[in-house]
């Protein structure tokens, strides 16, 4: 029986023949397909847990949910300013809990989606966008940074390598020192697992050395690794306050707030891949190259990651020939 705080256990997969030996290991394997990534299982068990309490407030059912509890929860989150994402999430939530626990799900009701629809045009679909920034800002910012204490040298190296390597920020706080490979022509850095990739499906990131060692990726994060001085277990970790190195995984958390610290309060930890996009494209790198290091399964993705907001950076007046 789920708590409210998580999402249920996964019901029993369908009847079928399965040796007896063999039932438990099914089990297993029908509830990590509909569970999905980590990440995901943390984002949908906090909203779940909202729902629950919301319903229990109002003396509703959470778990099968009737098609009112659902609306008015959404409703609520709406008129409270929440972002249509965020909302979207809530529902996605609670079809998830449902699942799990086999059961209907009210999101399938047509007045849930005509509720979305309209919270969707009432409030604007258009997500705002972590900001991208230009690469002589950056680079002027890496170098400002004071390497001489632990914290710079680690936040030099996040930094360069989540743009470098277009990382989302869950990989940056999941990356451990085996999955680095060094070598004469630059780093390659294995992913087990990605948003994207949740089968564990190896991905790799090709990072390259700059000829100026003060902005260089490989160099940058090098140095931070002889401050390790391990070759195992997490690249990122936290710091006590006398710059003491922990053992500890740094969060998600706390790449936003460097990113904040050095960029501006405008860019989020997102700022670093969506950079990556901007600029590949701004340099004339094709949509393929992008994606070979991004690993967006299309094009449109590319695109929608693109920020070129000033009309002056790719614009083909610029090669009328006038």
Not at 101 to 110: C, F, Y
Not at 239 to 254: E, G
């Amino acid at each position: 029986m789920a708590t409210e705080s998580q999402l249920p256990a996964a019901s029993s997969p369908p009847a079928v023949q399965v040796p007896a030996h063999l039932v438990k290991s099914t089990q297993r394997y029908v509830e990590s397909g509909l569970r999905g990534a980590a990440n995901t299982v943390r984002a949908y068990a906090g909203d779940w847990k909202r729902f629950a309490a919301w319903c229990g407030l109002h003396q509703l059912a959470a778990l099968p949910a009737p098609v009112e509890a659902l609306v008015g929860f959404l409703t609520e989150l709406a008129d409270a300013g929440k972002k249509f994402a965020t909302i979207e999430r809530h529902a996605a939530a609670v079809a998830k809990a449902h699942e799990l626990a086999g059961v209907e799900s009210p999101t399938a009701d047509k007045k849930i989606k005509v509720l979305l629809k309209g919270i969707a045009r009432e409030i604007k679909t258009r997500q705002k966008q972590a900001p991208a920034f230009s690469l002589e800002s950056f680079k002027r910012i890496i170098r400002s940074i004071d390497v001489t204490v632990p914290a710079g040298l680690r936040n030099r190296a996040l930094l360069l390598l989540g743009f470098t390597g277009a990382f989302r920020r869950s990989e940056l706080e999941a990356l451990n020192i085996e999955d680095l490979a060094f070598d004469e022509d630059g780093l390659v850095v294995t992913l087990p697992q990605s948003k994207t990739n949740q089968l564990g499906q190896a991905e790799e990131k090709a990072i390259f050395y700059s000829p100026d060692s003060a902005v260089c990726p490989i160099r940058s994060l090098q140095a931070w690794l002889r401050v390790l001085e391990r070759t195992e277990g997490p690249v990122f970790v936290s710091l006590r306050k006398n710059n003491q190195v922990t053992s500890r995984r740094m969060t998600t958390k706390y790449t936003n707030l460097i990113v904040q610290q050095y960029l501006g309060s405008q860019f989020t930890a997102h700022s670093l891949r969506a950079s990556f996009v901007t600029v590949s494209k701004l340099n004339g790198a094709d949509d393929s190259k992008v994606m070979n290091q991004t690993k967006h399964k299309t094009s449109a993705m590319i695109r929608r990651y693109t920020r070129l907001d000033n009309v002056r950076q790719h614009n083909s007046a610029k090669e009328l020939g006038l």
